[in-house]
């Protein structure tokens, strides 16, 4: 099914690639598609961005019923653009879709979309160091109905957005926060699943960190309040002895692709790495006996976001000497580098686009 295009009359001025924040600039085009019970998905189209139009009774906007994606499109030194993983994003937004009964839809066929929506945006594509296209394909469901069920209907849209540098001022670890008093998902909840609700569940845990002069919330699992998920809306990692350790997933952790090519990258570099539950407990011990080196979350916004405080109750304590950890360090080079095309991808994960 390929999509239909209509280009934009007028063309919106580009941004100062030095001044780029994040989220608050979009390109020209977008790409929408619908479904319908009798049609499945249908009328893909990249057309002008524009406002979707709902009734108030639109039942995403009671119900919350809806799943989204954040990847990124790089611009290379040799003038082209490409995506890292960009396949495992839309099977894992069919994953999420599941969890909230939204209809699979066709991931190659998305991927074929994305690209062609990119090569008709390529100029948006920010060419400034650390510097991208962040892209956000989200599905909402659309019936106008006030009844708690699943949507019949649902759109299917894809915007794009140049983002600035993560660290414009360097690679710099960050405080965290550890509450008992929330937690962002439950065992047998959606807290795998990228959707919206599991955000809006941040918010409040998000802002009390804020107040307190904290970056991020680490978040205990929903049962015991025992066991790390996750910080802020990043996988995390210790390193301890000089081995990885990262929670395993559980159905309340968001499976990151960031996460999933950690574990891969340190494994092929003949790391040790482990998936296993990690409490906060032993967090706090491997601190006193020395043990743990380091600490870092992992996303596609900061790639690698190191740990530098950590306050647990009236604990607080110091990871590291104050900078950055030769382990997040080298993962942050070589995740970097494989997407901006500045290194070998020994892995096979760049897609070119154009
Ligand atoms: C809750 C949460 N955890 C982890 C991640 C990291 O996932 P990824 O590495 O795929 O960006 C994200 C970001 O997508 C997230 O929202």
Redesign the pocket.
């Given at each position: 099914m390929q999509p239909t295009i209509t280009r934009a009359e007028t063309l919106k001025p580009k941004p100062d690639q030095t001044k780029l924040g994040f989220g608050t600039i979009f390109t020209d085009h977008m790409f929408n598609m619908d479904y319908s019970i009798e049609k499945g998905w249908h009328s893909p189209r990249i057309e002008p961005y524009a406002p979707i139009s709902m009734d108030p009774s639109t039942m995403v906007l009671h119900y919350g019923q809806a799943v989204f994606e954040?990847l990124k499109a790089y611009a290379t030194e040799s003038g082209g653009v490409q995506l890292f993983r960009p396949g495992d994003n839309f099977k894992r937004m069919n994953r999420s879709g599941k969890q909230l009964c939204i209809p699979a839809f066709g991931e190659g066929a998305a991927l074929d979309a994305l690209k062609q929506l990119l090569a008709l945006e390529k100029a948006w594509v920010p060419r400034a160091p650390g510097t991208s296209l962040y892209i956000r394909p989200t599905i909402v469901a659309t019936d106008p109905f006030l009844g708690v069920r699943a949507s019949f209907t649902y759109r299917f849209f894809i915007i794009l957005s140049p983002v600035g540098a993560y660290y414009p001022e360097g690679f710099n670890p960050v405080k965290i926060w550890v509450t008992k008093e929330h937690v962002r998902a439950v065992r047998g909840g959606v807290g795998e699943a990228?959707t919206p609700g599991?955000y809006a569940a941040s918010l409040l845990a998000g802002e009390k960190a804020h107040a307190e002069g904290y970056t991020q919330v680490l978040w205990l699992d929903g049962v015991e309040q025992k066991f790390i998920e996750?910080v802020g809306?990043?996988?995390i990692f210790f390193v301890v002895d000089n081995e990885i350790i990262t929670p395993e997933l559980n159905g309340s952790i968001?499976p990151?692709?960031?996460?999933d090519s950690v574990i891969k990258l340190a494994k092929n570099w003949g790391m040790k790495v482990s998936e296993r539950k990690i409490s906060i407990d032993e967090v706090m011990a491997g601190r006193s006996s020395g043990k743990l080196t380091e600490i870092f979350g992992?996303?596609?916004a900061a790639v690698i976001s190191p740990v530098g405080e950590l306050k647990y109750g009236d604990d607080l304590i110091s990871v590291g000497d104050g900078g950055v950890g030769p382990v997040a360090q080298r993962l942050f080079d070589a995740i970097q580098g494989i997407q901006y095309g500045q290194t070998e991808d020994p892995m096979g994960w760049i897609e070119p686009v154009c």
């Open positions: 954040g990228k599991n996750e809306a990043m996988n968001l990151g692709i960031t996460r992992s996303g596609t």
